[in-house]
Nanobody, 123 residues
Framework: VQLQASGGGLVKTRDSLRLSCAAS????????VGWFRQAPGKERDFVAA????????IYADSIKGRFIISRDNGRDTVYLQMNDLKPEDTAIYYC?????????????????WGQGTQVTVSS
């Protein structure tokens, strides 16, 4: 399975972006999909994840209320709507397909990873 993350860019504080994660084939439909991010010099952190069929999304506390994860299984695509962006949201954002159907926060729960898309938020 190949994952293609897109939608990143350079924006200003309080702007919005929508990231997309497209799978190469319909393997992700029965699996949870997550978004993670990694800032320079830091570890890869959990952002949000969604179960199969869009069930039970979970979010990191740092983005709760600002980001929304959703999925369109018909298009094999998962989205991350990011609102009210802040400079501390600057990072490379990665999407990943989990081993199972339940959304999880640990990177160990994910099998396939996309290449990442850069999000830069200026103050």
């Amino acid at each position: 399975v190949q994952l293609q993350a897109s939608g990143g860019g350079l924006v200003k504080t309080r702007d919005s972006l929508r990231l997309s994660c497209a799978a190469s084939r319909r393997t992700s439909t029965n699996n949870a999909v997550g978004w993670f991010r990694q800032a320079p010099g830091k570890e890869r952190d959990f952002v949000a994840a969604i179960g199969w069929r869009g069930m039970s999304p979970i979010y990191a506390d740092s983005i709760k209320g600002r980001f929304i994860i959703s999925r369109d299984n018909g298009r094999d695509t998962v989205y991350l709507q990011m609102n009210d962006l802040k400079p501390e949201d600057t990072a490379i954002y990665y999407c990943a397909v989990a081993l199972g159907p339940i959304a999880a926060q640990s990177t160990n729960a994910y099998r396939y990873w996309g290449q990442g898309t850069q999000v830069t938020v200026s103050s």
